[in-house]
């Protein structure tokens, strides 16, 4: 996760009772797939040129109007302008209790906001964990947002092997040594396909996909019986005009319906009624020790373009 600190006061005049509110922005956060014209989402729209660019924000209300916030309250938005003075309208905003994550208030931008949640309900939803049943589970992208957390919950919930697979070795080693993945694969180094077997012997139950492409087809290959892919994202896909999910090679497909493999579609925004109880698993878990949150934060608005392409190349351990 990047998020980008930009301290700032705000002043203006009136506002209907359900109208703006003045904020200042503390912490924002920007997607990859509204750098395309289609997102291959109905949620999530494009970036237009010469628009204000925006994305996971939170702020500090210096003024408001509005029924429901007050002066000094912290408040979250999916769709938060990349500016250093904003005035939103408070229907679309949420509050945080900043005592979820002990102050850390970029947290709800990661570990305890929409990447965390879009891990835990997905593997919750779509993975189909049974403790006790000796499942191995493999994440793609391990050490970005949604990947990091996705194999430490993966064992909260009683997974009894976590693989992730990743681009560098500084990352491999920040898997294995800090966030409890069993083992770790660089993808740019050695046979994927020859360090899968060996680390998963008795395959692959639960796939939590970040990436598509290669790396996927050479996991699904490796999948047993009635397994289970979370469809979380496709980010080697993204450049190419294809329809979300980008459909299996021929060959893959084939092996996922013989051995009744799912892979379905994943919104975690379907699943509002699960975010409160979410949010407050996360946090717990979090507080008690037993999710290890990593970020990289970038400090100044006008660093955020090379923050993102940063995050893009693979220069940060936790994206």
Known sequence: MLSCCCFFFLTNSGASPCGPVWYGVLLLLGLRCRMNEDTGSDYITPWQ???????????????????????????????WPWQTKVILNGNSLEKVDPQL???????????IGMPGL????????KGHITAGSNQTMVVSGAAGACGSLAGQIGNLMGCSRVVG????????????????????????????????????????????????????DTVISQMNQNSHIILCGQISQYNKDVPYPPPLPPAVEAIQKERNITRERFLVLNYKDKFESGILQLSQWFKEGKLKIKETVVNGLENMGVAFQSMMTGERSVC
């Open 49 to 79: 040129l010469s628009q204000v660019v925006d994305g996971g924000g939170i702020g500090i209300v210096e003024e408001s109007k509005h029924v429901h916030f007050t002066k000094g309250d912290f408040v979250t938005s999916f769709y």
């Open 118 to 125: 879009t891990s835990l309900i997905g593997i919750q939803e």
């Open 165 to 216: 697979i990743c681009g560098t070795q500084e990352k491999c080693h920040l898997l294995t040594s800090e966030l409890g993945f069993d083992a770790a694969i660089n993808y740019k180094k050695g046979n994927v396909a020859e360090q899968l077997r060996e680390f998963c012997p008795a395959g692959v139950d639960v796939y939590f996909d970040n990436v598509g492409g290669d790396i996927s």
């Open 101 to 111: 994550a002990n102050g850390h208030l970029s947290y709800f931008l990661g570990a």
